[in-house]
Structure formats: structure tokens, C-alpha cells
């Protein structure tokens, strides 16, 4: 382990203020990574802030420079004095008048919830490094949750409003999270993610819940071995795709934004995966980006919705999906857009759900997927099939009346 020194200075635009931080980690992007989560975590934003690192000593501070691009540090020069003992240093570095501050401005959910509770009629709350958990945890309408409304009312009540059915992640949107994290916030992979022990072979066991509690207590995702070593080739993918890297560089990645609808009432979320000014790049991992493809499963998981939706919510200008396929070589497929009448459709089917939704939400009234009897008819396929098995059977009882 090795102590890195690292401080914020706010940027000459900015209203913030220094911070000091010591980390104690295996690598520079690890101690970075950490540093930047504790910043996010005490509701400050990244963008206000430049970095300085100092990797032996307190001494050699500003003599170690990281370029804001790459993230690769400019080697510090030799230390001249002896390197002080953590020790002596931590407690100055930890002693940071503002703390107070910081605490009382630190996102919860609850007083995110509070702050929700507040926002008038078509107003937003716009906020850069919130929480994963607090976003999900906090009120409010997103896509998944209304596309589960469109499916079965019944359902969204017993998970969002009931909350009888516990919120679960699947083990395979691991690879899809991993994906995410390598293309839109590289640094963050290393303190992230971890991979799964040689000598552990299935998960499950003592030494398998031993490794995940760890892995969970660190707040980090476990990736099979085989995900772990796919995940430099897909950087690299990347990187040599000219227009996926162009899509994916120079934004913000994981802005939580949040409004008040207007027409109902209800606060309406979203958390686009990237924002390059007034456009939305929404990165898609799918086993298969051929177009054919794409074509059917984005209609049939109702992305078109959750473009409606984020372009209402953010008030982006444009909005585009990047597609990558989940396996070796990575394919990259992108931008793909939605003609005019498919935006058109997506807009319609979300302000009728949000009507829906507000209406079961006043009448506590919770329909299935129907209340009306089902009738199941044949597909034209099947009616092929039943005209050719008729005259099937009508040659058989004809050939059965003649050799009587």
C-alpha cells in the first residue's frame, strides 16, 4: 500500500473551496477513485474541481502534477526530506474546517426526498455525483417504473407503492454494469469491481459468501474471471472506434435529474448515461448489435419510451443510443436514432401511462394486465397449419369410405 496525497482546488468559476484528502491504496487510479467517490459522496461536483497529487510526501505536493485528459501523473520530483509518517500528516489533512458544512450538505434520501417534496410545477433538480443507491431509493417516476406500470398496474403498486417485493440486481446485469463503467467512467473500474478467486470455483459456499460479504463491504461488484479479462479488450474496442470514443468523451456521465410534471404532479426522474452538452448518449450492451437486431428488441423493451421520457425530464435537443455487443470482439453499433413517428409514439405511450399512473395512485384502483375474459386465437401460422391438417383429415376419411 502506498499513501497518496491528493487535493482538490476548486476551478477560478467555481464557488468551492480546497480539500485535502490521504489515501492509503495499491495504485494511483485506485487512490483517485476513492478520492473522487468520497468528494461525490459529500455532494460535491467533480467538474468544479482541478487535482494535484503527491505520491512520496507531504513535501513533494505541488511538484506532482496529473493531467486532467489522460489521468496519468507527471513522476514527482525526489523527495528531499524524509517522508513524514502518515500519522503526523493525517490529522491536518482530516481537520478540515468546512466538515461541518459538508455533513449538513450531504445528500440522503431523506432530505432529497424533502428537497423533491418542495419543486414546483415543471421545475428541475439537477445533481452531479449522487449516489446509485440514493437515486433508486429517492421518489420519483423513471423509466423502468413506468414501463412495469404500462405492463401490469398491479405490479408497479406491490413494488413501488406496497414495496412488498424487494428491489434485486441479477447477477447477469453484472457484465452490463462493468461495461457502463470501463466506457463512460474508466477510473472508477479498479475500486469498483473485483475478480473472482481461482480457487473459487461456484457461488456458493462458505468461502464464496466469505469473498462476497468483502467485496460488498468494499462496495464493490464481483466479475467472473473470463468478465475480468474481457474487460481490457473492450476498453480497447473502444478506443479504437472513432466514433463510439467520440460519443462517450468530453461529457458528464450519471447526472441525476429530476421535475415536477407539470400535467400530474408526480416527480419524474431520470439519470442519463451521458451528457455531451444538449445530446444524451444512452450506452445499450446487448449479446447482439446487428442492426436486424436492434430494429426489433429496441421497440419490444420500449426504449422509445425512455427517450420520451429523458428528453422531457432533461430537456436535451437530442438524444442517441450507443450499442456495444457483450462478448469479444465488442462490436460497437452506433449512433442509433428513432425515425419521427417512432419519438412520436414513445412520447404519446409515456404521457398516457403518466395519466394512468396518477389516476391508480388518487383511486387506489390497481388493475391486472385485464379484467376482461381471454379468448386465444389462433396466429397465422397455426391457421395455416389447421387449414392443411382439414384437408389432411378430410383425404383420410374419403379414402376410409372407399375401402368400405
Partial sequence: MQTYFLRFNPKASSRAFKIDRAIEAKSLDEAMAIAERDLRDDGHSRKDYMLKVAVISEQDFLGYEVDQVTLEAVPAKPAEATTPDIKEVTPDIEEDPFAPFI???????????????????????????????????????????????????????????????????????????????????????????VCQPDDIKVRNGKKWDAFKAEADANGQVVLTKSQWDDMPIMRQSLENEPTALALTTGGISEQSIFMRDVETGLIVKCRPDYKIGDLIIDLKSSASAAVKDIQYKFKKLGYHIQEALYTDVSQAKEFAFLVVESSAPFVWVGPVMFDQE??????????????????????????????????????????????????????????????A
Fill in 103 to 193: 455533513e449538513r450538505n450531504k445528500w440522503t434520501v431523506e432530505k432529497l426526498n424533502t428537497k423533491l417534496e418542495m419543486l414546483p410545477p415543471g421545475e428541475r433538480l439537477v445533481i452531479d455525483g449522487l449516489s446509485d443507491e440514493i437515486y433508486h431509493a429517492c421518489i420519483g417516476v423513471s423509466t423502468s417504473k413506468l414501463k412495469m406500470f404500462i405492463e401490469c398496474p398491479k405490479k408497479y403498486k406491490a413494488h413501488y407503492v406496497d414495496c412488498i417485493i424487494p428491489r434485486t440486481e441479477k447477477a447477469y446485469f453484472d457484465m452490463g454494469k462493468a461495461i457502463h463503467t470501463v466506457t463512460l467512467e474508466n477510473h472508477k473500474f479498479a475500486s469498483s469491481y
Fill in 342 to 403: 417512432v419519438k412520436r409514439l414513445g412520447y404519446l405511450q409515456y404521457r398516457k401511462a403518466m395519466r394512468e399512473l396518477k389516476q391508480c395512485l388518487d383511486t387506489n384502483v390497481w388493475p391486472g394486465y385485464t379484467d376482461e375474459p381471454v379468448v386465444i386465437g389462433l396466429t397465422k401460422f397455426e391457421q395455416d397449419q389447421l387449414e392443411t391438417l382439414e384437408t389432411e383429415q378430410a383425404q383420410a376419411e374419403y379414402q376410409q369410405e372407399c375401402a
